[in-house]
């Protein structure tokens, strides 16, 4: 049985914290706020900013357009938080988010719909900007005179044709806000760090969690440990389907100075329907990202929670472990595809790197902020699937809010182990489909060149 949470007095003395990403972080900082004599350690595989974690990437979007009115308003108020932040807010660009659908009948236009009318009631009408045709789109990135290439030397039916822009909406040097965060983090003298060394397992006794084994052989004590440990959690506790660990890829190219002046009011443009991400250029290159059914990556391990038992999860392969990976081809070819309409001077452009980046997702991209359901003194803050990074400012005071019980009735519901009811995933919708096995799809650079 999961022990009861404790009282605002009675926090417990000594947290593990597993995981320095957002969540982590986050969490840590909020225990030394409000809990200065509890003593926090965060363990994490490698010093933060961990350059495979989900939360460091050159650019992450802040944006408030949701379809879900429970995320739109928290991430409304993250963003203030944001900008009013004196040290975040340097690496902090207002350049606006265009979201784009097909505008044909399906899941992802209802979204797309769904998300633009509750925008409207939220925003300034002076933020916002109509897109109704894949003309006006098309020439907002690449100017009044530019025409998108017609259907039939495209190829196949265009899926950039309905837009709005919400010019509010920003993007985040993502590594940058780590290392903020990180150095935040290092002030206070509750927090300490161990980094360089993972966790192997957390020591449970008797249905109780008593702190940490590392992969040296060290044994960290504690009295919680908190799982933030974004898609390599579910190797520390049983997750079942509730949370599922996929890669999504992402690749850069470079552009020239001139590119970068022709492009320079372009919003992050994305499109609901094929599951492009395009940022504008920021610092010569311009990254693209694809919200695809994801590759997984499965192996067999034993069962955290019952050790002579084993149990089959997919598990991170990343650039760390596999420096030579690249991208495997069918992504390739669906991103160049797909580019052709919207961007077709990068279509054919060689990729400057590329990289599958693991999240933790969720089958209705909802967070997991709870307790383990069976073994005390374990508290999960993780399932942060493909747009968690936004609300670093209020995430680690809303873990420290389910540990102590005072989460809303809500958000309590929304984030817990054993959610009930079905919503779909339009939070950060993914392409339909099943995630492909990495390993029969990967590509090395020394195969690939
Ligand atoms: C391609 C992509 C695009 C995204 N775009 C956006 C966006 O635009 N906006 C947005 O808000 N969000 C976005 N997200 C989501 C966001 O980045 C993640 O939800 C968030 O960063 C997750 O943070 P985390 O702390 O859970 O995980 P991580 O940042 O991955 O942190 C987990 C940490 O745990 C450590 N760890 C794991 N196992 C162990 C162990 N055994 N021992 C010690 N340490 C361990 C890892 O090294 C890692 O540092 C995107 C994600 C992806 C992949």
């Known amino acids: 049985m999961a022990s009861a949470a404790p009282s605002e007095s009675k926090f417990a003395a000594n947290v593990i914290i597993i995981g320095a990403g957002v969540f982590g972080l986050s969490t840590a900082l909020a225990i030394a706020n409000r809990h200065p004599s509890t003593s926090v350690t965060v363990v994490d595989r490698c010093t933060p900013p961990v350059p495979d974690g989900s939360s460091v990437d050159t650019t992450r979007c802040i944006r408030w357009d949701y379809p879900d ?5 928290l991430a409304k108020q993250s ?15 207002k350049r606006g988010m265009t979201f784009v659908c097909n505008g044909v009948p399906s899941r992802f236009t209802q979204g797309w719909q769904d998300q633009y009318n509750l925008t409207k009631d939220l925003a300034q009408p002076e933020h916002l900007v109509d897109l109704p045709t894949r003309e006006t789109l098309f020439q907002r ?22 837009a709005y822009t919400n010019k509010e909406d920003a993007f985040i040097d993502a590594e940058a806000g780590i290392q903020v965060y990180y150095d935040r983090c290092l002030q206070y003298p509750s927090i300490r760090f161990r980094c360089g060394t993972e966790v192997d397992h957390i020591n449970i006794d008797k249905g109780i969690a008593k702190g940490v084994v590392l992969a040296d052989g060290s044994n960290l004590q504690s009295d919680m440990v908190i799982v ?26 470079k552009v020239t100075r001139e590119e970068e002046m ?19 250029p920021y610092r010569g290159e311009v990254k693209v990202l694809r919200r695809s059914p994801g590759v997984k990556n499965s192996i067999t391990i034993p069962k955290p929670e019952n050790r002579s038992e084993t149990m089959e999860i997919s598990y991170p392969r990343t650039l760390v472990t596999n420096p030579t990976d690249i991208i495997p081809a069918n992504a390739e070819a669906a991103i160049r595809e797909d580019l052709r309409e919207i961007m077709p001077s990068l279509a054919s452009r060689p990729f400057d790197r590329t990289k599958i980046c693991w999240i933790s997702t969720t089958p209705t991209a909802d967070f997991l902020i709870a307790p383990h359901p069976s073994v005390g003194g374990i508290h999960l803050a993780t399932g942060g699937s493909a747009h968690a ?14 540990i102590m019980g005072n989460l809303s009735k809500e958000l309590e519901d929304k984030w817990a182990f054993d959610k009930s009811g079905q919503s779909s995933d339009q939070a950060a919708p993914r392409m339909d489909g099943a995630p492909e096995e990495l390993r029969d799809v990967v590509r090395t650079i020394q195969s690939h060149f």
Do not use: C
């Open 141 to 162: 990135i690449h100017g009044k005179d530019a025409k998108p290439l017609n259907r039939i030397v495209l190829g196949r039916e265009p899926q950039w044709n309905v």
């Open 262 to 280: 022709r492009w320079k009011a372009m919003s992050i443009t994305t499109n609901d329907s094929t599951g492009l991400n395009i940022f504008p």
């Open 389 to 402: 990074w936004k609300f670093v400012p209020v995430l680690g005071d809303l873990v420290v809010d389910s």
């Open 228 to 253: 933030a440990a974004g898609a390599w959690s579910s190797r520390l506790v049983s997750l079942g389907s509730r949370v599922y660990p996929i890669g999504h890829e992402v690749v850069w190219f």
């Open 69 to 73: 009115p429970i995320y739109a308003q």
């Open 79 to 93: 963003q203030l938080l944001i900008e009013q932040d004196p040290e975040l807010s340097k690496h902090f660009f």
